[in-house]
Structures are given as C-alpha cells and as structure tokens.
C-alpha cells in the first residue's frame, strides 16, 4: 500500500490488463464519449453553456503580465526578454547593423571565378569578334584570368544572307511613295459650286419691270476657297447697277469663314474699287450670315449686312425670308448714295424644291432709301420706297 496521498503508481499493480476493463477503450483508439453516460458538462463547476462565448473573467487569479517572458498588456513584444537567446551569437548570423559578408557562405569563392574579383576588367562587347562560324564563342585557353572576352557575332543568325535577300528600301519592304486612292482626308479634296440664288424677274406697282440677279461660286478645299460673289439689278431697259467680288475663303470655326479680296461697283455711275474685309457662316438657329466692311478709292470706307433664314413647311416647300443692308462711310453724289443708312431690302419668298438643284419660287420685295441716299433719289424722280413682285428659279450646280 502507498501512503495516503501519494501517486498510484500503476507499474505496480502487476497482471493487470485496462484495456480487458469495463468501460476502457484498447490502446491506441480513439475516445468515445458516447459512452460517458449521464455527464452533463454545463452543470459542472467552471464550464461554460455549450455554444456560448467563453468568459476570461471566469479564470480567477490568472495575471498573464506575471508570467515570466510576458510582457505587459498592450507594450511591444521586448525581444531581449527572451533570457539566453543572442540571435548575434549565432552560426552565420550578421551584428546588428552591419553588412552582409558573403565571404561566410563556405565553399564559394567569387573571386576565383573566371574574370571576377577586384582586379578583374569590366566586359567590352565591342571586342566580341572571336566567335566562330558555328556561333558557339572560342575562349582561348591560355587567356588570364580577367582579360576580355572576344566573341566573333559575324554567324549569330545563321551565317551571311544572301545578296538580294532584302530591298535597298529597307524601309518600305519595296513600295514606292504616292498617293493611295481612297485614303485621302477628305478635308484635302477640291470641291466647287455654282449657286444662282436668286434668277428673278421684276414687277411694281408703278409699272415698271426688271431683272435682278444674286448668285455666288466658289472652288477649293474645305479650309481654303475662291469665292466669287455678284449682285446686279435692271430696271425698264436701263443701265444695271452691278456689285462684284472675289473673295479668299479661309476657315476659321465650324461653319464659318473669313473673307477677304476685292469689290468692283459699274453700272450706274463711275466704277469704284474696293478692298474687301468679312465673313460668312452659318450662324445658331441656322440664320446664313453675310457680313462685310469695305475701303475704298479716296478713303471711302463701306459696309453691307445680308441675313436670310429657311423655313420648311415640308422637305420641298421652303419660306425664305431675307434682308439685306448697305452703309456708306461719307456721300457719294455721283452714284447717288448718301451717308450712314443707305438702303434696305427686305424679301419674302417661297420656293417648290422640284430637285434640290432647281427650284421655282414666288414671291415679294421691299426696297426702301434712307437718309441722304433718299434725298438723292427723289431729285433723280426714282421712288423712294417701293414694293415689287418676284417670280424666278433658284438653280445651283
């Protein structure tokens, strides 16, 4: 017997066999504990219900920040308090610090390598000309340690091509430069047209009848083009008075341009010459704007405003209302224009669209002189203000 308290010492107890007990497993198996019958673990003292979180606050008395090599709740892990571990004492460790010497890994030498050490001399690959025709480099043998490699690159791809294996144009792989059809911008092609705006005849209500005719042309790319501009008018058999310009047409935004070129006036009076200076577009709310300032012979200086808009009623039946108006920088008596607001013209036509290219239209006009330019036709007996009757065709090609 042992004394009371002492620890059963089992090596004692011979013959005896627990794996032949009641309620023992074999050694080495698994435990089951379906065979713990009755054992309730949640009534025990200390255990937690099952499925619940655990309660650290149930572990009495336990203070980890006392155990030893702990360190305080919260505070950096303290490394050295781990008592006889020196990371620096150890087998092929580095101080702390210090940089990394290769020379410890045992066994490799770098500076026995073929030129590699101190005294080595840096490679030139502009010496590597030894190589043979098998492409495979000859180093030879009696070269000390260190000295250049020379490699012959001459066979690298297979040896020499042959003479005609390539095209001079090494380039162009042998296309010649020129155009390709199709691949212009279209920005670089020539266009032109021919517009006869308006092609009229006349008639008021004082009898008289006339012809007048408005109609531009233009050529050239969609940046730059000659634009070619007359406006002319006839009454009764008489002298037409005829406005002519020749414009270059330069692209300055979408949809618009800037004109400049010259203006010749014949017809009633003296010719007169000007330099002319505008521009032309299509302005917000599709209004055709032209606006342009003139200088003339002896300091005479000029201005014309001419807006017209389309109305569609369908895609063939069109309204197009229009105004035009001339300034005049100082009198002209011998062609009968005064000073400031000179005269306006302001017409009203429909037009059937039978082609986009011809069109006939009906329609009427005001013509009205201001200012000096009236005075100067009541003493010529010409009205001063007048509505006509407009019948035509616009045609453009």
């Known amino acids: 017997m042992k004394p009371k308290g002492a620890p059963v010492d089992h090596l004692t107890m011979p013959g005896m066999d627990h794996d032949e007990m009641p309620g023992m497993k074999p050694k080495g198996a698994p435990m089951d504990h379906s065979m713990m019958h009755g054992m309730n673990h949640d009534d025990m003292p200390g255990m937690k219900p099952k499925g619940a979180p ?24 303290d490394h050295p308090r781990m008592p006889g571990m020196n990371h620096d004492d150890m087998p092929g460790m580095k101080p702390k610090g210090a940089p990394v010497d290769h020379s410890w890994m045992p066994g490799m030498d770098h500076d026995s390598m073929p030129g590699m050490g101190p005294d080595a001399t840096p490679m030139r690959h502009s010496n590597m000309s030894d190589m043979d025709s098998s492409g495979t480099a000859r180093m030879p043998a009696d070269q000390p340690k260190g000295a250049d490699m020379k490699m012959d690159m001459g066979s690298m791809q297979g040896g020499a091509p042959p003479s005609d294996a390539r095209d001079p144009d090494a380039y162009s792989d042998g296309l010649s430069m020129g155009p390709m059809n199709g691949m212009d911008m279209a920005d670089n092609n020539r266009y032109g047209q021919v517009l ?37 008018e006839r009454s009764n058999g008489g002298p037409s008075a ?40 299509l302005s917000p709310y599709w209004f055709d704007v032209q606006a342009t300032a003139y200088v003339g012979q002896g300091g ?8 017209e808009y389309d109305l569609l009623f369908t895609q063939r039946l069109i309204l197009q209302p229009n105004v035009k108006a001339n300034f005049y920088g100082r009198n002209d008596t011998k062609r009968g224009i005064g000073a400031g607001l000179s ?13 986009r290219k011809f069109a006939p239209y009906i329609g009427v006009v005001w013509k009205g002189a201001f200012g000096q330019t009236a005075d100067y036709a009541r003493e010529a007996g010409h009205e001063v203000h007048e509505t006509q009757i407009v019948v035509g065709a616009r045609v453009w090609f």
């Open 54 to 77: 655990m309660d650290h606050s149930m572990m009495h008395g336990m203070n980890h920040d006392d155990m030893p090599g702990m360190n305080p709740k919260g505070a950096p892990v």
């Open 196 to 232: 006869l705006d308006r092609l009229e005849l006349t008639h008021s209500k004082d009898g008289k009848n006339g012809q007048a005719l408005d109609a531009q042309a233009w050529y050239g790319t969609d940046l730059n083009k000659l634009w070619i501009k007359v406006d002319s």
């Open 242 to 281: 005829t406005r002519t310009e020749a414009l270059w047409n330069h692209s300055i935004a979408t949809y618009w341009g800037l004109q400049t070129g010259v203006r010749h006036d014949f017809g009633e009076g003296p010719d007169k010459t000007w330099a002319a200076f505008g521009v032309q577009g």
């Open 300 to 307: 005479a200086t000029a201005a014309r405003l001419e807006v």
């Open 343 to 355: 005269d306006i013209e302001a017409g009203l036509r429909l037009r059937y669209e039978v082609s």
